[in-house]
């Protein structure tokens, strides 16, 4: 009796002891083996000093809790410290077997069930229940023995899981199973006096306690939640699905003094006569969060927001709170983040404020860039005394059948591509710099020697503008203008020159450029002939169209002909 009464004082002791450690993060599990194994521990000192034997059998169905319902709870421990995947049904079946192995368990003294007969005798001071088992019984037994190989089948995947399960974890938790297992052999084999499972439950408890001791340190995510909610770094809110208030942290009332007084399981926009005052801070809160919540529904992650606060600017975390798989709530995690922000926000206007001083440069580059070419063109045209004014006119010209392009969808012709094309006509033709005076300014027709000369202007421009554009980066526009300079003189039918291109072997913006070139040569006056009338020039355009010209162009030239006609009466006017 005296070995009884001390595991029992001790098992009370041991459970004393974890619920003064008791920690949120403790497994139900454990709470379960320390409420029950002193129970199981005084049903063993209740058969032995028992001088009936109804005393007796009381005894024995509560020692009986331990062996249904401690051992439950030691494998369903096992298999969560392990990592054990076991799904909620099986938890289930589990709890639901050890329910009915104790219903038959209730069953001794007044059905044969689990002991066919039971006999109440004293030796030696000690009460003594004999019994002859039935078919109950060695059920119960195949019961713990499914039990133990499940115990063990944790621990041994827990023991090959070292990045998730401590070693010492596991070791501990077996060499508990072992001394349970042997106690439990030995009281059905051996005749010791006594029974040892009360002494294999309370190894169980202090192997529980200095695991759940430990637990605390291993769960690394609610360390650092815990430290930070410590230090008033975190400010928490939480709400129920109906967007009620269920509380916050003193942090939370620190960041946000509105808060304070904020009435439980009522809409966070509801008052009291305290905090009247803070009424419309509260609603544009509670406006904001409400929002964040709706959003929080139609994801799967956590959202996350800034918020800037009376000159503060705070990061919201927020995130369902789940029950099993239904969620019961929302919850917002809070930090102050004022000085990170502003250093970003400063970095960030500095960016932007060096970016724009940049692009201000860039383009003051590029402007002087373009008036460098351009007045290289300028240069070529003042050279060539036949041809006065025509990077202006056929400017204008491409200008106005880019502009007939651009109301047709089906061309999907870009704005960036139309604006590269306009500010590319101007250098069309210079290449023409590299062309002798004697042969660029001659008076009369060319030798064949000399037009051959002349007909290299294109290639050389094409060359010209490769280098002097190269570095500009805007490789978009310098291929349209090395394309318009290159290739502007080539025919649809192939009998162009420099190279003979065919068709849309012919880049586009060549084919437009050479519709405004030819244009602008048929009704301009030169010094070596009359310009033509305007009829007479679009017969000229319009016959051309299909060999020198893009057939498909010529609806988008039709469409242009009665602004390039007005352009050019009025150039003529103000130039006579």
């Known amino acids: 009796m005296q070995f009884y009464l001390t595991l029992f004082i001790l098992s009370v002791l041991l459970t004393f002891c974890y619920i003064f450690k008791w920690n949120r993060r403790y497994s139900v599990y454990f709470t379960i083996l320390f409420c029950i194994i002193p129970v199981a521990c005084f049903g063993y000192l209740q058969q032995a000093w028992a001088e009936t034997k109804e005393g007796a059998l009381i005894g024995l169905k509560l020692s009986y809790s331990g062996g249904c319902f401690c051992t439950l709870a030691m494998v369903l421990s096992i298999v969560q410290l392990c990592k054990f995947r076991l799904k909620k049904i099986y938890r289930s079946i589990l709890l639901v077997g050890s329910i009915l192995f104790y219903l038959l368990v209730l069953t001794i003294g007044h059905f044969p069930i689990y002991y066919k007969t039971v006999a109440f005798v004293q030796e030696n001071g000690r009460s003594i229940l004999q019994k002859e088992y039935a078919f109950g019984h060695f059920l119960f037994v195949l019961w713990i023995f499914f039990l133990m190989v499940l115990s063990m089948t944790g621990i041994l995947q827990g023991y090959h899981r070292r990045s998730e399960v401590s070693r010492k974890t596991t070791l501990m938790l077996f060499s508990m199973v072992l001394i349970c297992m042997v106690s439990y052999y030995l009281d059905r084999k051996a005749s010791l006096g006594v029974e040892l499972m009360p002494l294999g439950y309370v190894f169980g408890q202090i192997v529980f306690l200095i695991i759940a001791d430990r637990l605390v340190l291993y769960d690394v995510n609610d360390t650092v939640i815990d430290v930070s909610l410590k ?13 009620r208030f269920l509380g916050c942290n003193e942090t939370a009332i620190r960041f946000f003094p509105e808060l304070d007084g904020s009435i439980i399981d009522e809409p966070l926009r509801m008052t009291n006569n305290y905090v009247s005052r803070d009424a419309d801070k509260r609603a544009e809160m509670a406006k904001v969060l409400d929002d964040w919540m709706d959003e929080v529904e139609l994801s799967d992650d956590v959202v996350e ?101 651009r109301k047709d969808p089906t061309l999907n012709l870009t704005y960036e591509f139309a604006r590269d094309m306009i500010k590319a006509a101007p250098m069309h033709d210079i290449g023409k710099i590299t062309i002798d005076d004697a042969i660029l300014r001659k008076p009369g027709n060319f030798t064949p020697e000399e037009l051959a000369k002349m007909r290299e202007h294109s290639a050389a421009g094409a060359k010209i503008l490769h280098e002097l554009l190269a570095d500009l980066g805007d490789p978009e526009f310098a291929t349209i203008a090395e394309n318009v300079a290159h290739y502007h003189h080539e025919y ?72 390039l006609e007005a352009y050019y009466k009025r150039e003529f006017e103000e130039n006579k």
């Open 231 to 243: 230090r008033g770094d975190v400010a928490v809110i939480s709400f129920d699905r109906k967007r």
């Open 305 to 405: 927001h800034l918020y800037d606060h009376e000159e503060r600017i705070f990061r919201f975390r927020a995130d369902e709170i789940m029950d099993a798989r239904t969620c019961r709530g929302f919850s917002f995690s809070i930090t102050d983040e004022t000085r990170e922000q502003q250093y970003l926000r400063l970095i960030e206007n500095y960016n932007n404020t060096l970016e724009n001083e940049v692009e201000k440069k860039t383009r003051h580059l590029v402007e002087m860039h373009d008036k460098f070419v351009l007045g290289m063109a300028e240069m070529v045209e003042g050279r060539d005394s036949s041809t006065g004014g025509h990077i202006k006119r056929t400017s204008q010209g491409v200008r106005l059948l880019i502009g007939e392009m």
């Open 492 to 563: 649809m039918d192939g009998t162009g020159y420099p190279e003979g291109l065919k068709g849309e072997e012919i880049p586009l913006e060549a084919r437009i450029m050479a519709i405004a070139d030819v244009y602008d040569a048929l009704v301009s006056k030169r010094y070596y002939k009359e310009g033509m009338s305007f009829e007479d020039a679009d017969r000229i355009i319009m016959e051309g169209m299909g060999t020198q010209f893009d057939k498909n162009l010529e609806p988008f030239y039709v469409a242009a002909r009665p602004k």
